[in-house]
């Protein structure tokens, strides 16, 4: 029986785990560890700086390690494979777009907030939201520069 090569669980490994909850339920799932930027665990990229990649970072296939976060009580690492292909940085463009909308709609949001509070005491406050709106479409075009 031919045995296959051990890699540590570094940047860029395909991993596939186990987690084992307090009940003994399990649960598996496969990931590729990334850095920060490229991170986006619905497409299965896990960070190498959330709890789970720093307690897998170094280990091998065939391990278990306790992890007591939630409800969770040990993770079993099944198998680890070095990624050959790059990365695309797609995930990472697409999760930025996203938090600075949600960034614009929540200044929106407080300067309309703002706008009701103080138009009920001190009078009138117009909010500009073609002007935000615009910031976002200002914002997009710097980034695609």
């Given at each position: ?11 860029g490994?395909h ?61 079993r ?11 695309s ?10 938090v600075q909308?949600?960034?614009?709609q ?7 907030i ?13 909010v500009d ?17």
């Amino acid at each position: 029986m031919k045995e296959t090569p051990s890699f540590p669980i570094l940047l860029g490994t395909h991993v596939f785990v186990e987690l084992v909850d307090s009940t003994g339920e399990i649960e598996q799932r496969e990931f590729t560890i990334v850095a920060e930027k490229q991170a986006d665990i619905r497409a299965g990229l896990l960070s190498e700086n959330t709890l789970l990649g720093h307690a897998i970072l170094g280990r091998r296939a065939g391990e278990s390690i306790p992890y007591a976060v939630g409800d969770l009580q040990e993770v079993r690492i099944l198998e680890v494979t070095k990624i050959t292909d790059p990365i695309s940085g797609e995930y990472a463009e697409k999760r930025r777009a996203t938090v600075q909308e949600a960034e614009n709609q929540s200044e929106i949001i407080s300067q309309l907030i703002f706008a009701t509070a103080c138009g009920s005491k001190w009078g009138e406050y117009d909010v500009d939201v073609d002007k935000l709106l615009n910031r976002t479409e200002d914002n997009d075009d710097n980034r695609s520069e």
